[in-house]
Every structure is written in structure tokens, then in C-alpha cells.
């Protein structure tokens, strides 16, 4: 999986849990404060990833779900670029 693939994906899962227009959210947005996102939906998106590319995907501690792009970045395997 390419990284704009792995934003795309991203993207869409985390607006479908809040019903919004994904042109909404940055990659950069903080998905806990831009949307609310807590840790049920943390792990919501987690399930929903593997189920969408049968990847196992663990998050160590909650900033590694804290933005699009994080997330992004660790499903393909890349540094997180600051």
C-alpha cells in the first residue's frame, strides 16, 4: 500500500464514524479534537483497518492515532515525518 492509499483509506474511515465530508479533515488534524475521536473509536479504526487491508495494526499508545497522517504513515511502514 502506497501512503496516498493509506491517507485515502484513513480518511474515509475516520469520517464515516462521524458522518463528514472528508474534504473536512487535514491530514493533520487532531482526530480528538477536530472530531471527538476517543478510544472507542481508536479501536473501532483499528478493527476497521484490518478488516479493510488485513493488516494488523497495534497502537501503542493513543498519539499513534492522533492524526490521518500518523496513521497513515505507520500502516505503510514509514518514519512519521514531523
Given amino acids: 500500500m502506497e501512503y496516498n492509499d493509506?491517507?485515502?483509506?484513513?480518511?474515509?474511515?475516520?469520517?464515516?464514524?462521524?458522518?463528514?465530508?472528508?474534504?473536512?479533515?487535514?491530514e493533520t488534524d487532531d482526530l480528538a479534537e477536530t472530531l471527538g475521536f476517543d478510544s472507542l473509536d481508536a479501536a473501532e479504526l483499528v478493527a476497521a483497518i484490518h478488516k479493510e487491508t488485513?493488516?494488523?495494526?497495534?497502537?501503542?499508545?493513543?498519539?499513534?492515532?492522533?492524526?490521518?497522517?500518523?496513521?497513515?504513515?505507520r500502516l505503510?511502514?514509514?518514519e512519521v515525518a514531523a
Avoid: K
Avoid at 485515502?8 to 463528514?20: A, D, H, I, M, P
Fill in 54 to 73: 488485513g493488516r494488523e495494526f497495534a497502537a501503542a499508545s493513543p498519539q499513534d492515532l492522533s492524526t490521518v497522517r500518523i496513521i497513515a504513515t
Fill in 76 to 78: 505503510v511502514g514509514q
Fill in 6 to 26: 493509506a491517507v485515502e483509506l484513513v480518511t474515509r474511515l475516520v469520517c464515516g464514524f462521524r458522518n463528514v465530508d472528508p474534504a473536512q479533515l487535514a
